[in-house]
């Protein structure tokens, strides 16, 4: 009854509000309003407001868009898209159906340079799987790019194009931020190449159920497939944040977005420069949240912490004397607030590297020293370029077994075990035996791989195929 009752008032109200606006429209015509008898009104004492103006972005866009670009990529043939898909991280990430049946595998995104000669920032699921990497600037020049390195714990990848003297995105503090101020983001959604949208910032130290190791910053602002990689930017025209994910019941934009802080990023940047691979601290502990009956089971002042629900055997945790119950407060000088705070920590701590933990356990607080751990390399970053550098040439290959070599005649190379990207256009294809590239014999795929970098624009490979033997030329940009 209530419901109705609240229902009718407002009805009422949102006619006396037409009715009060001078002018209404019904099917696209202006209707004079209805007549009505005057009613005297209360005089009504006037609210003071703030004279703030919309911001405008133009002069952001106009400094920082020709730092942004666009990247297409395109990788082999699938008739369906399960879990082990690359593909299959994209739709996940932006809750669109994966599709069943499709041709050549092609995808788009977005990213933005960060230094003039040509190094770039993007997600490391808009390029994971691709054979080929294209990045457009705004001035219309398509560049072949190189994937650096990638690291999927973040979903952060480096690419570098071969250019000089580029325009560069200045980068700013994400710790700065503030919930509800503005911010924008430029990017590639649905291939509408340099895209502006707006919003605030809705939320900080956002953790999601699948991404726990990075402090998402919540947004409003409108991101939809194409965006990803792309910059999201404060209102002084610096880069904060990577925009990588949305949530979605319908696969596009329904005001829930994240991005990656920018310091995050360039963490995971400087090292695949540096290192070609990523490294994330553990300690080997589950955690969960403090609820409100579980801080007074502890005797704790407040629901702040990570609860300890169990530790690895083994890990670096329990050699250092964590228990089960324990509820860490602080790692070094940063409070945890929320248990969702401590693995964004932990994994940016280096491995090898001591921590001191402040721990809450049986009613007092005491400090624990931990030399931090590393997370195991199959679930870390991937190097791109594997066997016989596959993002330039696109051959999988392996050294000949010693069956291999006899039924060959005792010929040296290199067996053909995948055939994609340039490789594959050429007409090299599984089983060839690679033999010689350049008029140079290759032994092994180190070898081979020193030999492309010392290559131009084209290669000849030397390829027995049926006991006779072919050279091939391949285009490799």
Known sequence: MQASTFKRS???????????????????????????????????????????????????????????????????????????????????????????????????????????????????HVVDGADEVTVKLTDKREF?????????????????????????????????????????????????ENTVTAGIVSAKSRSLPSDSYVPFIQ????????????????????????????????????????????DVAMNIEQQLVQHGKVSHGRIGVTIQEVSQSLAESFALKSTAGALVSSVEKGSPAAAAGLE??????????????????????????RPGSEIRLQVWRQGASREIALKVGEIPAPQLASQKGGEADKSRLGLALRPLTPEERRQADD??????????????????????????????????????RALLDKSGRSVALLIE?????IFVPVDIG
């Open 10 to 124: 407002l009805i009422a109200i949102a006619v006396v509000a037409a009715l009060g606006a001078g002018y209404a429209r019904f099917g696209g015509e202006v209707v004079a309003p209805v007549a009505v008898a005057a009613v005297p009104a209360a005089p009504v004492s006037a609210i003071a407001r703030t004279g703030v103006a919309l911001p405008d972005f133009s002069s952001i866009v106009d400094s920082i868009g020709p730092a942004v670009v666009n990247i297409g990529v395109s990788g082999p043939q699938r008739t369906a898209i399960d879990g082990s898909d690359p593909m299959h991280e994209f739709f996940r990430r932006f809750g669109v159906p994966s599709p069943q049946e499709r041709g050549p595998a092609r995808g788009m995104g977005s990213g933005f340079i960060v230094s003039p000669d040509g190094l770039i920032l993007t997600n490391a």
């Open 144 to 192: 072949k790019a190189r994937v650096v390195g990638l690291d999927k714990l973040t979903d952060i990848a480096v690419l570098r194009i071969d250019a000089n003297n580029l325009p560069v995105v200045r980068l700013g503090d994400p710790t700065q931020a503030r919930v509800g101020e503005w911010v924008l983001a430029i990017g590639s959604p649905f291939g509408f």
């Open 219 to 262: 947004t409003d602002v409108a991101i939809n497939p194409g965006n990803s990689g792309g910059p999201l930017l404060n209102l002084d025209g610096e880069v904060i944040g990577i925009n990588s994910q949305i949530y979605s019941r319908s696969g596009g934009y329904q005001g829930v977005s994240f991005a990656i802080p920018i």
């Open 324 to 349: 089960p119950g324990d509820v860490i407060l602080r790692l070094n000088d940063k409070e945890i607030g929320r248990s969702s705070e401590l693995p964004p920590l932990v994994a940016a701590s």
């Open 411 to 448: 010929a040296a190379g290199l067996l053909v075990e995948n055939a994609s990207g340039p490789a594959a256009r050429a007409g090299i294809r599984r089983g060839d035996i690679v033999i010689a590239l350049n008029g140079q014999a290759v032994r092994d795929v180190a070898q081979l």
């Open 465 to 469: 195929r049926d006991n006779a033997r």
